[in-house]
């Protein structure tokens, strides 16, 4: 079966007064249905940009994109044009972001921005709704308002048809975030992609939420691309992960494996950062350096200035993701040595 | 130890020069810096430079009266016979001297007001902001027409008197500011060392709202030159002969539309003065937004 | 130097505090008070890290304004060093800030941006003058020495704020935090806004800094996980009540409430995976 998400050698650049900057270095990515998974990293490492390129939701005149394909069951994203692309939004893509808080508006009930959500994707694809595109207006609303009853029942909102009367402020931030997902499912969508959909909430309702995106994802046979940066949360969620550093993912492939064996030099460092159970005081280890400037990158590998490991090969090319045990690709000329010096 | 020293981040813009850049971007910004330049030169060297300085101080040329625009007078000669152009050039350092005067002291006047009142808070935010309201009520230039009246004539109590309907609007900005810049963290930090409220007004509040004031100030300037020209066309305050646009202004309107050149010179002057301050002030308001700050 | 507490004695003590925020009165009637703050106690001894676990909405934020005196208490008492804080003048309170200092959250917003680097840590310098008796040469060798202490260098003294990353600017604020000798600091979820890289290193660095210089830490946070790596004992704080309060090992191994109970089970862990 194809790929329902394949990005292929993704490259973007954005402009800014200090320069242009390469903020994706050659991005390969390939998510299929049924699977969920994380794109890690830290600040400023471009995997909000990814998420934000597959809806080409990046303006373009800042945004440039150099060269690489986004293929959406074949179909070339960034081909189409934005008539188009706006047919796909919320049909076969939906998107969750961060703040619950702003991305609904306070001045309308909330079912009436479902039943918008609604009808926009059932002029699309008239069978969301169950009900024929011919019939009235009138009918076609009431066919919608059931809809947006059944997906907030579904997300585990209590009383949902008598909830959709209710405004986002009678809301708290863990029921909004579900109103989000609500309306990111609406269109039953193929792919999902949720930019920290967890990262405003507490901790507690995090863990809900997480386990309804994941419930949901079997029902609707989707695939789901996780943009997090909270490697935790990509362990107890997804089923693969590709951790990202300054616009290369440096290693990819199903969670077990990466997170389990880190191979790659900046992966085992993200780990290590990370204080555990049995994490002793004092032996949490910090990453020397900083983030390279993306307008100037260094030249090969973008992490070879911070990685103990680095050689005069590593600034020589870019590495290309190869593949490595347990099903895992992995950026890193070096990766046998370094295999073998940490089983040392 | 297994944290270690890290390096700068980025190029070393300083932050001066990137908002000269982005000051650069805008054509208009550039062309208001330019014009105000210019207002600016003849405001310092204008006097000096006059072709005619003895008409400046007042004397007259009557048989040179009405002589249309020409070689030896490119803006023509007025009712007394004085070149129009050396007139203007003279007149634009009363003008913007006057214009610098209002701005600044309703500037001082209305920051201490405005700093007072948002900092205090209270009865005395009441009372303070009850006092500027009130200011407001009533039109401005009739309240400086008011107040020079009652003062006199002369450059300096037509100053004054345009101060005293000027300060209301720094009030509020300021009072706006500071309630803002008081919810701020380093606010809080600074009272949690210990900082007594005098050190945060003047230490961390104050130089945080300079911005907003330094825009306001700049936009106003053409608003300022125009009250001291409107005060002057009606009468009030400075007298001829000492230049000034209003005054100019005023004396050319019996002799509209004949010896239209009397009137060009002056008003042609106050325009580039009012849109290039206008312009600058737009363009310095862009670049210091804190939005776009940080 | 400031008469030093014994080891081992309670250094800042949390007697029965409550905070009641009175409803407001609005055209449809009155809404109801909120109770952000109901009889809590705490103890923290010299030289321990204590952390106080709490959610958004449990009342962390209006201790911590609490006991820095930005706020007063509807009942209970704080007491420092033995001193109740409500009793002290305005001159002896002031000088009690000099020995009990706070790290903020966002280190975005917690430096004056108009100001150097070099006087934002001088500056507890000069208002604890009368104590500290620093000359301003002498300032700026210690600002110099308290930024080497942090790991950043003296060159950094003339730099503005905006001109170094979230890490940076975090330790900036420790070095702020530390400059007038403090023997308390109060962390206020001081690596929440950090990438995890970053947070290790600021977390080493308190360690490191407390082993050091003897100080004791009060450490307010969402995340267990960095609370379980830092902290000695922890009280876990919820709806302004405390839940539960012991030994942090204590705690994690046997959880005595519900509330601790779910808050471990929804820490998001990264297991390690069996090879």
């Known amino acids: ?121 059932a002029r699309h694809d008239p069978a969301i709704l169950e009900c024929p595109a011919s019939e009235g207006r009138g009918v076609r609303r009431g066919a919608a308002r059931q809809l947006a009853g059944q997906m907030l029942d579904r997300v585990g909102i ?70 997090t940066h909270n490697l935790g949360v990509v362990a107890q969620t997804c089923s693969h992960v590709a951790v990202m550093y300054a616009g290369n993912i440096v290693e990819s492939g199903p969670v077990a494996a990466v997170i389990g064996q880190p191979a790659h030099p900046y992966t085992r460092a993200l780990l290590a950062a990370i204080p555990t159970r049995d994490t002793k005081r004092g032996m949490l280890q910090g990453l020397a350096g900083t983030v390279p400037n993306l307008i100037i990158p260094p030249p090969g590998c973008r992490f070879a200035t911070r990685c103990v490991f680095a050689m005069d090969a590593c600034t020589k090319a870019t590495p290309p993701l190869q593949p490595a045990a347990g099903g895992k690709l992995v950026a890193c000329i070096r990766l046998a040595e370094i295999e073998e010096m940490a089983n040392a | 130890m297994s944290y270690a020293m890290d390096d700068l981040t980025g190029p070393r813009f300083d932050k001066l020069r990137r908002a000269f850049f982005r000051f650069r971007q805008s054509k208009l910004s550039l062309l208001g810096g330019m014009l105000v330049a210019l207002v600016l030169f003849f405001a310092i060297f204008g006097t000096a430079l006059a072709p005619y300085p003895d008409h400046i101080a007042g004397g007259l040329d009557t048989s040179n009266r009405f002589v249309a625009p020409s070689w030896e007078h490119p803006f023509g000669t007025n009712e007394l016979g004085q070149d129009v152009l050396s007139l203007v050039m003279a007149g634009t350092t009363v003008s913007v001297l006057a214009g610098f005067g209002v701005v600044l002291i309703g500037s001082v006047i209305g920051t201490i007001i405005g700093a007072i009142a948002g900092f205090a808070g ?25 107040i020079a ?50 050190r945060i007004l003047f230490r961390h509040i104050l130089p945080n709202t300079v911005s907003p004031i330094i825009v306001k100030m700049s936009l106003d300037m053409g608003f300022a030159i125009l009250t001291v020209a409107g005060l002057g066309f009606i009468g009030i305050g400075v007298r001829p002969p000492t230049p000034e646009w209003g005054t100019l202004l005023a004396i050319s309107r019996s002799y509209m539309p004949e010896y239209w050149w009397t009137a060009m010179a ?5 325009f580039v003065a009012v849109f290039g301050f206008n312009l600058l002030g737009d363009g310095l308001r862009d670049v210091l937004d804190p939005k776009a700050r940080r | 130097m400031p008469d030093m507490a014994k080891p081992g004695a309670p250094m800042l003590e949390i007697v029965n505090i409550s905070k009641l925020y009175p409803g407001r009165r609005g055209l449809f009637g009155r809404s109801d008070d909120v109770r952000a703050l109901h009889n809590v106690s705490l103890a923290v001894n010299k030289g321990e890290s204590f952390g106080l ?49 706070i790290v903020f959250q966002d280190p975005y917003a917690s430096l004056n941006p108009r100001m150097t680097v070099h006087d934002i ?19 700026t060798d210690r600002a110099a020495e308290l930024l080497g202490l942090v790991g950043l260098g003296a060159q950094h003294l003339r730099r503005y704020p905006h001109e170094f990353s979230g890490g940076q600017r975090q330790r900036i604020c420790i070095a702020r935090a530390l400059a007038s000798g403090p023997e308390v600091l109060v962390l206020d979820e001081p690596t929440s806004a950090l990438d995890v890289s970053v947070q290790a290193q600021v977390l080493n660095l308190l360690c490191d800094l407390q082993d050091r210089l003897g100080l004791t830490y009060f450490f307010i946070s969402h995340d267990l996980a960095v609370v379980r790596y830092l902290c000695d004992r922890l009280a876990l704080i919820h709806h302004g009540e405390i839940v539960e309060e012991g030994d942090c090992s204590q705690i994690f191994d046997a959880p005595k409430s519900d509330y601790a109970r779910m808050l471990i089970a929804a820490m998001p862990e990264v297991i390690n995976f069996p090879n």
């Open chain 3, 121 to 139: 840590v001088t500056e507890p310098m000069v208002i604890h003058h009368d104590s500290l008796g620093l000359t301003p040469r002498l300032r």
């Open chain 2, 149 to 198: 009246a009652a003062l006199g004539p002369g450059f300096g109590n037509m100053v004054i008197a345009i101060s005293l309907s000027w300060w209301p609007g720094y009030a509020r900005l300021v009072r706006g500011e500071v309630l803002a810049a008081r919810e701020e963290v380093y606010v809080t930090a600074a009272r949690a060392i210990g900082a007594s409220p005098a």
């Open chain 2, 266 to 270: 002056p008003g042609m002057a106050m």
């Open chain 1, 158 to 227: 209590p009383n949902p048809q008598a909830r959709l009367d209710s405004y986002p402020h009678e809301f708290s931030g863990g029921m909004r975030q579900r109103v989000l997902i609500a309306m990111a499912l609406i269109g039953k969508p193929d792919l999902l992609i949720a930019d920290e959909p967890t990262t405003a909430l507490d901790v507690s309702v995090q863990a809900q939420i997480l386990k309804l995106i994941k419930a949901n994802v079997a029902d609707f046979d989707m695939g789901v691309l996780l943009i």
């Open chain 3, 53 to 101: 676990v709490g959610e958004s909405g449990s009342g962390k934020t209006t201790l911590t304004r609490a006991i820095l005196q930005l706020e007063k208490p509807s009942a209970g008492m704080i007491r420092f060093q033995g001193k109740d804080l409500s009793q002290l003048s305005a001159p002896e309170l002031r000088q009690l800030r000099a020995r009990l200092q």
């Open chain 1, 1 to 121: 079966m194809a790929a329902l998400l394949e990005i292929r050698d993704l490259h973007l650049h954005m402009s800014s007064y200090e320069g242009s900057a390469h903020v994706l270095n050659g991005i390969t990515l390939t998510v299929n249905r049924g699977e969920i998974w994380g794109l890690v990293g830290e600040s400023g490492c471009g995997k909000s940009l990814t998420g934000l390129s597959i809806s080409r939701l990046s303006p373009t005149p800042p945004a440039h994109y150099a060269a690489g394909q986004i293929l959406l069951d074949g179909l070339d994203l960034l081909g189409l044009s934005m008539a188009q692309m706006q047919k796909l939004r919320g049909k076969r893509i939906g998107m969750i972001f961060q703040d619950p808080t702003t991305n609904l508006n306070p001045a309308f009930r909330i079912g009436e921005q479902l039943v918008d959500v609604a009808l926009a994707a």
């Open chain 2, 122 to 146: 209270g009865w005395l935010d009441e009372v303070l902001m009850r006092l500027t309201d009130l200011t407001l009520t009533i039109p401005g230039l009739i309240l400086a027409m008011a």
